[in-house]
């Protein structure tokens, strides 16, 4: 008989992953496992929404394993030794899993090799992620594409994996210690947050019923966010409870025999799938991001240290409506729309002068749909330092994107109850007064902060250009 280690990561479903199924089909025995981090605080790079959703998950994945025969089994630690263990422990002779793209992942990924090659056991991996491998979409050259529009020209010309049949069936070896499914009290964590339900049945439903509804409507409504018409599967597919095969060939079917007007629609949403990957791949293949600048141009840019204003953007009291709403959803679910993502990461980096490292790291500690990637895409971008970034000179008015996407204050009077009773129209123009009683004036004048960071970006461009006149004339001589 042969026997066989799965090993659960970014993949917590039995529907459509890749290295289950290959498992199943390739031996008699699979022994599922989880690895549980065993880090005791709060840590830099997640937090209590995030947790309790992989809980779930982990719950979810446990009954539907048991339903075909399985048992997930769990450990904690790191994982290259958990898993050496539990290879001395079962005598399997291969392990499973679906590859990581970025940094931490690819290192485990190599330790994981080294440890198999030494005990002579044969380790497969398999994309699973993504749809594509970061080195599956370069350019004509073989480099990795930095601008989105050639990345998605690229992408869109790819045959697609096809998604893999059902698994039926699944034995585990019965005797294997596991550890019960936690909660956030394993991690001594807490939480007050209403999160989305979690697991693999309640992200089959999100999709079914946007693919449904609401689908036909993004392209026209997804930047409002008073009109909840986003998917809302970030964060299944950051935990893997759906694959983007699933999601993408979901959107190729309800694509079938609809009018001009939808097809337009599920392609906008499409597109967003692409972003995803364009930043994975990012990633992959300049992890430096995590810690500079995408862009070298503004390496000298001046970024202010101010953490009473920091702590009034986190809290949602800056007294820019828009911004307030956004953060105080944030605090309350781990969830922030899109459009909204961005106005407060504009408002934080260029009215606010803050770095966007800080809210990159606040977003991790809150966001149920928290990806290393995909939140440092978003936070370069807007700060204009990123991968095809928006212009420096783009700097996003809150009063203005109210007025466009916002315009009945549907969102703002959800998530700010103090102004529930204020004309909205007065959210879309800087207040010469209190819009409420118990509400801030605004922290800052957006038109001043506005003409402070353009000046700030073109003195670093400035700085930038001159440092590369003096490379090349000093590598001239």
Same mark, same amino acid.
């Given at each position: ?9 970014? /993949? ?8 289950? =199924?290959?498992?199943?089909?390739? &031996? ?19 937090g209590p929404n995030r947790q309790e959703f992989l809980c779930g998950c982990l719950e979810s994945l446990s009954r539907n394993l048991e339903a075909i025969g399985g048992r997930l089994i769990l450990r904690a630690g790191d994982p290259v030794q958990e898993l050496e263990k539990l290879i001395h422990e079962t005598h399997a002779d291969r392990i499973y899993f679906n590859r990581g793209t970025d940094p931490y992942s690819i290192e485990v990924q190599q330790q994981l090799e080294q440890v198999s090659e030494k005990l002579n056991i044969q380790t497969f991996s398999y994309k699973d992620t993504t749809i594509f491998d970061p080195n599956e979409v370069l350019t004509r050259e073989g480099h990795p594409f930095r601008v989105f529009t050639p990345y998605a020209r690229t992408w869109h010309q790819q045959e697609k994996p096809s998604i893999l049949p059902k698994i039926r069936t699944l034995q585990t070896l019965p005797p294997?210690?596991?550890? +019960?499914?936690?909660?956030? /009290?394993?991690?001594?964590?807490? &939480?007050?947050? $209403?999160?989305? #339900? ?39 597919? %950051?935990?893997?409870?759906? *694959? +983007? @095969? ?8 309800? &694509? ?8 337009? &629609? ?8 692409? =972003?995803? #990957? ?16 995408? *862009? ?24 820019? +409506? ?14 922030? !729309?899109?459009?909204? @993502? ?8 260029? /009215? ?38 928006? !212009? ?10 109210? $007025? ?10 959800? =998530?700010? !109850? ?21 509400? +801030?004036? !605004?922290?800052? /004048? ?5 003409? $402070?960071?353009?000046? %700030?970006?073109? @003195?670093?461009? %400035?700085?930038?250009? *001159? ?11």
């Open positions: 008989m042969r026997r066989v280690i799965h090993w659960f990561r970014r /993949d917590l479903r039995i529907t459509d992953n890749t290295a289950l =199924w290959h498992a199943c089909n390739e &031996s008699d025995e699979i022994i599922p496992v989880y690895i549980l981090s065993t880090w005791k605080k709060r840590h830099s790079w997640t294997l210690f596991s550890l +019960p499914v936690p909660t956030l /009290d394993y991690w001594g964590l807490t &939480s007050e947050s $209403k999160i989305i #339900e979690s697991g693999e049945k309640a992200a089959r439903k999100r999709l079914t019923d946007f693919l449904n509804g609401a689908i036909g409507a993004y392209r026209e409504k997804r930047n409002f966010p008073g009109e909840r018409v986003t998917s809302r599967l970030s964060q299944d597919l %950051r935990f893997g409870t759906l *694959s +983007p @095969r699933q999601v993408y060939f979901g959107c190729v079917e309800a &694509s079938k025999e609809t009018s001009g007007t939808i097809r337009r &629609s599920i392609d906008s949403y499409v597109n967003e799938l692409v =972003w995803r #990957e364009f930043y994975m791949q990012i990633l992959a293949h300049f992890p430096g991001v995590l810690d500079d600048d995408f *862009s070298d141009q503004f390496f000298a840019l001046q970024w202010d240290e101010n953490d009473s204003a920091l702590k009034r953007w986190c809290d949602g009291v800056t007294g820019f +409506p828009i911004v307030d709403a956004g953060m105080r959803e944030l605090n309350a679910t781990g969830f922030m !729309p899109n459009r909204v @993502r961005m106005i407060v990461a504009m408002f934080l980096t260029k /009215d606010l002068h803050l770095h966007w490292r800080k809210g990159e790291r606040y977003f991790m500690q809150k966001l149920v749909d928290g990806d290393m990637a995909l939140n440092n895409g978003g936070w370069q971008w807007s700060a204009g330092t990123g991968a095809d970034a928006a !212009p420096y000179f783009r700097i996003q008015n809150p009063w203005s994107q109210t $007025k466009r996407y916002d315009p009945a204050g549907l969102y703002i009077k959800t =998530w700010v !109850p103090e102004l529930r009773e204020v004309d909205p129209i007065r959210f879309t123009q800087s207040p010469t007064a209190r819009l409420a009683k118990d509400y +801030p004036m !605004p922290i800052v /004048d957006h038109a001043a902060e506005r003409l $402070k960071t353009l000046e %700030r970006f073109n @003195r670093a461009r %400035r700085g930038a250009v *001159s440092v590369s006149v003096r490379a090349r004339r000093a590598a001239a001589m």
